[in-house]
């Protein structure tokens, strides 16, 4: 069984500040992570995937996350917003298996203001 | 062009009607999925194919069919349509590269029940 929550379902950030959105995961075997973005009337784009490498994962726009096995987190952060981030932010979780399908967390909206 | 289409993008039908959105995706990949995204709740499984022979039932798949005509088309049919089936539908493909596959979205489409 797999889970993902996320902890925040809306995040206000100014323009140039950083960028946390929460995430926390469960599941009964070794994990694979992902965040996903979605812009505004578009598709869901892949932002950053976690398997069982590094810890801390470097993805697209400048974002990245890191993997907290102790902590069960998968949090992501950007060091300084821009208004082109202002969408919606999906943390996913599927098992490390070749047969495996995804779960959804309900997402997280970050509005960023000039 | 779009690895992965999604026909119509938007449409409005009444109760009891049977509509069919399509998908298909020049991907090349075996693996092909069916969501429905409603506000605050991310996104759902309706259903999943791994192959051309293989269709399996997500999360939610009550109300809902599907077709996989060729390794390309991935067709999900609402037999009588309701309206608490207006929603986003996502259609995605994904081919095995270690850990849980990465799924590749198409554009979505927007489906009103009156």
């Known amino acids: 069984a797999q889970s993902v929550t996320q902890l925040d379902s809306h995040v206000s950030v100014s323009e140039g500040t950083p960028v946390l959105l929460r995430c926390n995961y469960s599941?009964?075997?070794?994990?694979?992570l992902f965040w996903y973005v979605q812009h505004p009337n578009k598709g869901l784009q892949l932002l950053l995937k976690?398997?069982?490498?590094?810890?801390l994962v470097k993805g697209i726009n400048g974002f990245e996350a890191e993997f907290k096995k102790s902590e069960t987190s998968f949090h992501l952060t950007k060091p300084s917003a821009h208004m082109s981030d202002a969408a919606e932010y999906f943390c996913v979780v599927g098992m490390n298996s070749g047969y495996s399908t995804l779960t959804f967390g309900k997402g997280t909206m970050l509005l960023v203001s000039p | 062009d779009a690895d992965v289409t999604q026909t119509p993008r938007n449409r409005i039908t009444k109760t009891g009607k049977r509509i069919m959105l399509e998908c298909s995706q020049t991907k090349g990949h075996d693996r092909m999925y069916w969501y429905r995204q409603d506000p605050g709740l991310g996104l759902r499984l309706i259903y999943y194919s791994f192959d051309v022979k293989d269709i399996n039932k997500g999360e939610i798949s009550d109300g809902y069919s599907v077709s996989r005509q060729a390794q390309a088309k991935f067709s999900l049919s609402l037999e009588s349509a309701i309206p608490n089936q207006t929603a986003l539908y996502f259609c995605a493909t994904s081919v095995p590269t270690g850990g849980a596959d990465t799924q590749y979205f198409g554009p979505g489409t927007r489906l009103t029940v009156l």
């Open positions: 599941s009964s075997y070794s994990p694979s």
């Open positions: 976690y398997t069982s490498a590094a810890t």
